[in-house]
Nanobody, 124 residues
């Protein structure tokens, strides 16, 4: 099993940056693909980014591509989401999730383990 804990959220002005961290427990963390999702009030949880087990392959939602960067450090059991040029529409609770699946990686149902989330608020 994997336990995930997000941190790094907060309040930032539009155009600013934040770096989210996802700390994982478990010796097998490097065997999981990890994704970031977000959920705004009244909306469904949506895919943001994901990274392969070794960190060489990444994928992003169109809405964040070019502004967000996902990375991981398996020696520290951690995944990061660097968020630049933030916009008010990026306001949401951000979740990291882990999966041993290799298909449908933009879908929440493909992920087995979830963190509790961290709030990101972008003011205009």
């Amino acid at each position: 099993q994997v336990q995930l804990v997000e941190s790094g959220g907060g309040l930032v002005q539009a155009g600013g940056s934040l770096r989210l961290s996802c700390a994982a427990s478990g010796r097998t963390f490097s065997t999981y693909i990890v994704g970031w999702f977000r959920q705004a009030p009244g909306k469904e949880r949506e895919f943001v980014a994901r990274i392969s087990r070794g960190g060489r392959t990444t994928d992003y939602a169109d809405s964040v591509r070019g502004r967000f960067t996902i990375s991981r450090d398996n020696t520290k059991n951690a995944v990061y989401l660097q968020m630049n040029s933030l916009k008010p529409e990026d306001t949401a609770v951000y979740y990291c999730a882990a999966t041993s699946s290799v298909v449908s990686l933009t879908r929440t149902s493909s992920y087995d383990y979830w963190g509790q989330g961290t709030q990101v608020t972008v003011s205009s």
